[in-house]
């Protein structure tokens, strides 16, 4: 069953690939999120000092603006990576489920084997015991 092999490798070397790839999509969500984290936190930070002087009070406002959209626009791409998350989990789910099922058919194969083997060998010990009881027969008469 070098075919059932074979299938099961490449399934694993898809299944590998594709893990790969949600590692990356994670790992870019992360220095995102990171990033949109770090633009809240400097909107706090100038909050705080605009509150102190009333010149800064004008400025804040675009400043403000710009930081928000920065933030929806970082939203929106982490939107983007969690629906590619979510299709690579899905494709994992359906390579891994063909993995298993050629496991199992190799499984159920190598069973049958080793059925058949059994049942040869039984076979031929049985023989061997019906020729064993026809010569002892045969010596007594």
Known sequence: MKGLKTLIRLQKNRLDALRKDLVLLETEKEQFEAF?????ESLHAELQAAEGMA??????????ARIKRQRQQIAQHVAGLERRMSALREQMADVFSEQKKYEIALEQ??????AAAQAREQQQMDE??????????????
């Open 55 to 64: 010149e800064m009070r004008g400025f804040f406002g675009d400043f403000s």
């Open 109 to 114: 194969h190598t069973e049958r084997q080793k």
């Open 128 to 141: 061997l015991a019906v020729q064993r009881f026809h010569r002892q027969r045969e010596e007594r008469t």
């Open 36 to 40: 949109s984290q770090q633009l809240l």
